[in-house]
């Protein structure tokens, strides 16, 4: 059974770059069998799509948000790293990362219990 715990600050000062280290575990070679992704939930709003990184690295990232987002992974650690530069309080949101066997159009295989950051001074 593939398990995700996502971890980093609960709390990023606005101008600030939010970091936050998904690790995946279980599950036999994830890296080559699922993209990994971000996904956030804002207070009262629903679902919003980050970025996922695929099997070959390859990244993608919502348009909106392409500018200030990093997609990073470690396969020797199982971990990969979202990084969300120059913050605001609109980034904050309860932030989850997934995996999905495909990189659209179908339900997330596996989800993280999610963690969440607020942006403030």
């Known amino acids: 059974q593939v398990q995700l715990q996502e971890s980093g600050p609960g709390l990023v000062k606005p101008s600030q770059t939010l ?3 998904c690790t995946v575990s279980g599950g036999s070679d994830t890296a080559n ?3 990994w992704t ?3 939930q804002p207070p009262g709003k629903g679902l919003e799509w980050i970025g996922y990184i695929g099997y070959r690295g390859a990244v993608y990232y919502r348009p909106s948000l392409k500018s200030r987002t990093s997609i990073s ?4 650690k199982n971990q990969f790293t979202l990084q969300l530069s120059s913050v605001t309080p609109e980034d904050t949101a309860v932030y989850y990362c997934a995996l999905r066997a495909v990189p659209t159009g179908a339900p997330y295989d596996y989800w993280g219990q999610g963690t969440q950051v607020t942006v403030s001074s």
């Open 19 to 21: 970091s936050l280290t």
């Open 33 to 35: 069998s699922y993209f």
């Open 38 to 40: 971000w996904i956030r």
């Open 73 to 76: 992974r470690d396969t020797s």
